[in-house]
């Protein structure tokens, strides 16, 4: 079976909706620390809607992610043909496979951090969000790069279904 080059709808809008959804708990995700500071410093119960949200928006990034890796083996996706340097080609798909990493290590840290107590994977959360914002950047730069530099369209590939 040959498959058209591109993306569907639904790989577009788990798409756009990850990328949502990481960066409203990267901007609110004090709520988070204040809660966890509460539950696990002083002996308090956790208050408030905003560390609940950060929970629950993670856990979808979660199973969002998982729903991407699947329909992306079944139904594939990915650049077509390559258009770029070789070198920038490589970098972009080394950049790929980590956010995928990324985006099961952060919310699976998050929930040992939140469920279990456990310090050290609080603080290896923090830190593996600081590398997925990176890395997202990084991403958006690219894809701007195709767009506006190389002239390629290759953002326009993530925003009309094949
Ligand atoms: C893609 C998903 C997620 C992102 C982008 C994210 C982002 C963040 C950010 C930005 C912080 C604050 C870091 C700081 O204050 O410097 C934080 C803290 C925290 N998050 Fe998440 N988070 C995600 C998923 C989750 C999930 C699913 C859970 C739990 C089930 C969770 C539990 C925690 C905990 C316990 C803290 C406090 C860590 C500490 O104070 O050391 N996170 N998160």
Request: no cysteine.
């Amino acid at each position: 079976m040959t498959r058209k080059p591109g993306y569907s709808g639904l790989q577009i809008g788990l798409h756009w909706a990850v990328a949502a959804l990481v960066l409203f708990n990267y901007l609110f995700g004090e709520t988070m620390e204040e809660a966890f500071d509460a539950v696990y410093e002083e002996g308090q119960l956790a208050s408030g809607l905003g560390y609940q949200l950060h929970v629950w928006v993670g856990l979808a990034v979660l199973a969002m992610a998982s729903l991407r890796l699947a329909l992306r083996a079944i139904l594939g996706g990915g650049p077509a043909a390559s258009s770029g340097p070789a070198l920038l080609e490589k970098g972009a798909g080394a950049i790929h496979a980590l956010l995928y990493g990324l985006m099961f290590a952060v919310p699976l840290l998050g929930a040992a951090a939140w469920y279990a107590g456990i310090e050290d994977a609080a603080d290896l959360h923090v830190l593996a969000v600081d590398g997925l914002m990176i890395l997202a950047g990084l991403h958006a730069a690219a894809a701007l790069f195709h767009q506006f530099v190389l002239k390629d369209h290759r953002l326009l590939r993530m925003m009309r279904a094949r």
